[in-house]
């Protein structure tokens, strides 16, 4: 059984910074699509940042320029990195990978548990 785990999350200032991580609780075969998601209380989830298997990256408007994903295959774990974080980027956050668990298996997809990223002065 995978899990993704996320951690990181947090109460920051305006204008500070987290960096958010996320890894499979065991060994896979291989990981496709990994993204982050956030959702704010009576807001429907939305895409943040998303990178493919091979490094392409895709961000919303409202984080290009403050927020960064990257990923480490080696660990089987991806991350997001928040700069200049504002009050409005205040909610869970959750990660997405596509993931083969082993070699005779296809990808499937796998949710985090969500973490709480709470920007307040």
């Known amino acids: 059984q995978v899990q993704l785990v996320e951690s990181g999350g947090g109460l920051v200032q305006p204008g500070g910074s987290l960096r958010l991580s996320c890894a499979a609780s065991?060994?896979?075969?291989?990981?496709?699509?990994m993204g982050w998601y956030r959702q704010a209380p009576g807001k429907q989830r939305e895409l943040v940042a998303a990178i493919t298997s091979g490094g392409s990256t895709n961000y919303a408007d409202s984080v290009k320029g403050r927020f960064t994903i990257s990923r480490d295959n080696a660990k089987n774990t991806v991350y997001l990195q928040m700069n200049m974080l504002k009050p409005e980027d205040t909610a869970v956050y959750y990660c997405?990978?596509?993931?083969?668990?082993?070699?005779?298996?296809?990808?499937?997809?796998?949710w985090g548990q969500g973490t709480q990223v709470t920007v307040s002065s």
């Open positions: 997405n990978a596509d993931i083969r668990v082993n070699s005779y298996s296809g990808y499937r997809d796998y």
């Open positions: 065991r060994s896979i075969f291989s990981i496709g699509f």
